[in-house]
Structure formats: C-alpha cells, structure tokens
C-alpha cells in the first residue's frame, strides 16, 4: 500500500521560509511525477508544484520564483522549498503522486496523498 506523509509546516512571518517534506513508503517514487498541492478554508485545491521522474519541474505563476521542489529517490523524498512566504500562502499543503504520464498540475492525474500540513503565514 503507498502512503505519503507529509511534514514541515508551520507559522510563520510574511517574509520568511519553511521546507515542506513528503515521505513515501510502499512504492519507489523513482518512475513517477509528483506534486505538490495546496487547499486554502472555502477555496479550491490547487496545484503548486511538480516535479517529473527526470527532474523537469512546473509551478503555478503565483509561487515562481519563490518555490522549489526537488526529489530524492535514494530517500523516496520529496521537498518544496518556501521561500518569501506571502499570507496569501496560507493553506493546508498536500504531497501526491501522479498516475498519468506527461507532467501537469491537474488533481485528477493524481492517485495517492497525503494528509496535508498546514501552512499559516502572518502578516
């Protein structure tokens, strides 16, 4: 059974920089894309982050420049990287792999996830 765990969330001032990380057991991650997404209370999830199995990575406009995800398969790990955190990155961010080839940012091309942690950014 494949089941991710994410952890590294927490509070923190607008400015400042977390590393959300997501383990994974029960599968090697190393042939699939994995992502990261996030649900704000009363809005939609949304997908912030992906990274393919040969690296190659894509990222919501809202996060460019201040998100990095990267994987380690010898870890079967993935991280996201906040930097220059905004209030308006408050959310619940979940970890999830992907059952579709090609790489994007669409929830339904994921089959397993995580339970989430939270991500609370102060103003």
């Known amino acids: 059974q494949v089941q991710l765990v994410e952890s590294g969330g927490g509070v923190v001032q607008a400015g400042g920089s977390l590393r959300l990380s997501c383990v994974v057991s029960g599968r090697a991650i190393s042939g699939y894309g994995m992502a990261w997404f996030r649900q704000a209370p009363g809005k939609e999830r949304e997908g912030v982050a992906a990274i393919a199995w040969s690296g190659i990575t894509v990222y919501v406009d809202s996060v460019k420049g201040r998100f990095t995800i990267s994987r380690d398969n010898a870890k079967n790990t993935v991280h996201l990287q906040m930097n220059g955190l905004k209030p308006e990155d408050t959310a619940s961010y979940y970890c999830?792999?992907?059952?579709?080839?090609?790489?994007?940012?669409?929830?339904?091309?994921?089959?397993?996830w995580g339970q989430g942690t939270q991500v609370t950014v102060s103003s």
């Open positions: 999830a792999r992907r059952s579709a080839i090609g790489l994007g940012l669409r929830g339904d091309e994921y089959d397993y």
